[in-house]
């Protein structure tokens, strides 16, 4: 059963680059699908955060997923994960500038994207300083992984 | 332990009808058994060699295990190492050692060494073994379960191990109890770290090394200890769970989708904020009570009398007059359900007041009157309900939660969307709620003037309060000059319908004159909204009740031509029958029904009234949102190509969606309904098919031709506020019925209560004629007085009721909140002293950041632990590392770790493992070793030996 599911998650990621995966493994060979073409998936296609969620997959943090990286993502992303594991990569998701924070550019970036930027400055401005004033348990300015699990491990529509 | 009852139950069940006996091989004690026995332990290891070539070595150590062991293991959760322990035992060695066990322990190994004498055999020697042990348990419940799982592991064994014969003479291939129990133990660990790898924040190349390693593990030594089958129901489980969770979802899915409107309603919420939503959410919510009180009104009174009532024409109240046949079926005059439209199943004056109709004998006159009361009670007790309820819900979520903005932002996409449209509306929805998050957030930080503001508060409220007295008084001054015009017939157009023209103008002027002055008073727009719907309600029940008023004289007016008439039709029979008697012997023939005189029937006058304003509400609001709304996008919209300014953003522009006008034009038309419901049993129909348009019309008319509000505000979760006017008008609308109905005389002519005194006589009736006599005694004192206390207390007793319940969603709020304070607090205890639980996860977190060559960017640790894996990348780590043994969380490098939990099982054991510490938090992503606990040096010295 699982290898089922293997296989077809395979053939999805087949399918993506068919020039660039082999449909075998037995030489090991390293192949990475660009970005581009994963963030095309009908899955991805609409989310605001594709890039940085196809970026934080990324082994190499360049956004060009390896098999491995593939089935993590998806992994990750269906229902069957439990809600640390998704709260730890939601928190890599939103930390665009990887700095293991979630500070106020990154509350910026997430914003925009969010509502396709149409809040003005002062909005956005508002809206960020309030997030880290919820947030932010040891007044540091940003939002370590500690303020952030606790924060949506309270929230009621964190299940995905 | 309900798994270790269940295999004794087995066991006996099996057992029974053979008996052997015990008493014999009591005590004998030899080599022979145990050497038996042993073999057939190395058997069973068999594919374990070298672990238990190992093991040898360390026979000597074995008593204590055991000891330690016997008094240390108490946990249920470790019988399968448990009984591992008193059976791998070599006879001579051992000898000596035994006899200083406890008592307990060699009353254990009774059976055991009892059993293995009956035969060189094994399978012979497998059932006495069973069978003896069995009775053993009988005399002494001591060991029971431990006895028991012996059993099962045995049977299991023997299963496990086909070829018995092959490999039973090698004498040195036997394991260490210990050996075994940390295999075991070792396996147990490996099986949870599969089944939770998933669970893990590893990247897939370290998850897939730890799950082969553990795989291979496990697969080496299931198959020694007889757990072969756990992976295929593992998966099964697994299998059975994803369905499981789908179907859950379908199933959601499904429970959405019949939710009528759900989809419309999030649409218009997304784009225009839940404010506007809630009024669609309260239109549905009337269609539903509507639909219930149609279904009441049609069902017991209007099909009954459709199917089984006299058919038209046949009696004069069913039959249009003579007088009104000419004209009865032009469209002016249907227009004013007059003609044919008032003689018909829509209005009370059209229902005979036979006692029972058609074959079922159905009570029509009283069924009528226990809708016109049974409307009433439903919808207060829906009314009621629904806002208890909501209190519940408003009191418990998180409305003013702590979190509000970060929820907002880190929670609020739904990762599900897959669908463009969707999509458009998930970022509108989300830009609609911050929106309304940030109205909430600036009026919070607010404080200006406040003199200033009482001030044009105070003045706000006084003019409003003059233009609801004008208009007030304006309406009075209309009905009584409709008063005068009713008794004239030289009528335009507008005299005939002043009164309405009038109130519709009134209610199209006033509330944006209302909103306008509103604006003085600098509220929230929440708040705001919430006077706004107070004031129009005044307006609106100034109207209601001038037109309640004016009803009523017209009323009595009737009532006073009633009278007379009445005399004159008896008259009129008297002469007809006087002349027919004096011509002829024969029996008259009976009036023709058209020529009959009959009286005003003042019920059915109100019914029309009733009806008329209804349709006459229908119109404005459909005609004002075309014209308002559509007609004014329309224009904007096109026009703007061609005209001096701006039109889209200057003045005229879009319009915006009006709740609180809309809000109570729903409310304001229930009332009608309600109202007239009793005397017209076919507005209740109407209402539907209004509610029922008006959703899509509005809906449409919303999304195509308004904009959002400037200040997209958000609605108080539960429209208690409607919920609020609409009891308040319900109770307002009861009474005037409740007094109709009680004081009132019913027509003589027409209505199923004609013929009798009060329309409640019905009920006296019913009593004295259906039930048993005492019954009717009874009622007759009851109801002297008149229903109207009963009624009274019923609603003294709802209000207490209402109240009741509000009181208790309060408290249970009130506790729900304490309860989070002092979880806030003990988390903020907590988080002072549990710096280190987070800290794995963080490491965890770390190590799946990207690798990156070193930009400056980066901040200092992450370079560290990007740089090299395998060195500490932390302080706090490197700490763990080293002190591994002790931690039970701490995260140790893969590889060491690996390499651990391979060597474990050649570790040379000296020591029983102990009671095993509490598990590992399930939040915590870790990889136990449990070789490692609680044991020192022994452990360390297999370490790095090659295996196979």
Known sequence: ?160 | MPRHNKTQLEIKMEDVGIEIDEQVEHNSDDDAGRRGKTNRRQQNHKPSPAGVRKNRNNNRSQPQARNGRRTAVEDDSEDEEEDEAPKPRRGNRKKPAKAQDSDEESEDEQPNRKTNKKGGNQKQKEEPNNKEKQADKKGKGKDKDKDDSKDKKKKKRKDSSSSSSSSSSSDDDSMSEGEMAKLMEEVEEKKKLVSNMRNKPWRMKRRLAALKEAQSFVEKFEGALGKGKGRRLFAYKVMMRKKWIKFQRDFDNFKTSCIPWERKIKEVESHFGSSVASYFIFLRWMYGMNLVLFGITFGLVVIPEVLMGLPYGSIPRKTVPRAEQAKAMDFSTLWDFDGYCKYSVLFYGYYNNQRTIGLLKFRLPLAYLMVGIGTFGYSLMVVIRTMASNANESGGDGEDSDFLFCWKMFTSWDYLIGNSETADNKFASITTSFKEGIVDEEENQKDENIHLRRFLRVLANFLIICSLGGSGYLIYFVVKRSQDFATRNDLGWYEKNEVEIVMSLLGLVCPPLFESIAELEEYHPRIALKWQLGRIFALFLGNLYTFLFALFDEVNQKLAVEESIKNATIWATQMHYANFTGNTSATPPPIDPADVIRGPCWETTVGIEFVKLTVSDIQVTYITILVGDFLRAVIVRFLNYCWCWDLESGFPSYGEFDISGNVLGLVFNQGMIWMGAFYAPGLVGINVLRLLTSMYYQSWAVMSSNVPHERIFKASKSNNFYMGLLLLILFLSLLPVVYTIMTLPPSFDCGPFSGKSKMFDIIMETIELDFPAFVGNIFSYVANPGLIIPAVLLMVWLAIYYLNAVSKAYENSNLELKKKMQMQRDEEKNRRNNQDSTNSIMKDLEDLLPIKSEDGNNTAPENKASTNKNDPPKAPKGADKQGGASRNGSRVNPEKEMSLAVQNPRIAVTRPPGPRPPGPLPGNPQLTVPGQRGRGPPQRVGRGQPRH
Not at chain 1, 61 to 79: A, H, P, Q, T, Y
Not at chain 1, 82 to 87: G, N, S, T
Not at chain 1, 148 to 155: D, L
């Open chain 1, 1 to 160: 059963m699982f290898l089922l599911v293997f296989c077809r998650l395979h053939s999805r990621y087949h399918e993506l680059a068919p020039n660039l995966v082999p449909m075998d493994y037995t030489n090991d060979p390293d192949c990475k699908v660009p970005m581009q073409l994963i963030i095309n998936m009908p899955e991805l296609t609409e989310n605001p955060f594709k890039e940085r969620i196809v970026e934080s997959f990324s082994e190499a943090g360049d956004g060009n997923l390896s098999f491995n990286d593939f089935v993590d993502m998806f992994s990750v992303l269906s229902e069957m994960a439990p809600r640390e594991l998704k709260a730890i990569y939601a928190f890599k998701i939103y930390d665009f500038n990887t700095d293991n924070f979630i500070c106020k550019s990154d509350l910026e970036q997430t914003l925009n994207k969010l509502t396709r930027e149409e809040l003005t400055p002062e909005e956005v401005n508002l809206v960020c300083e309030k997030v880290i004033e919820e947030a932010d348990l040891d007044g540091d300015g940003k939002l370590a992984f500690a303020d952030f699990e606790n924060m949506i491990s309270r929230a009621p529509d964190f299940l995905r």
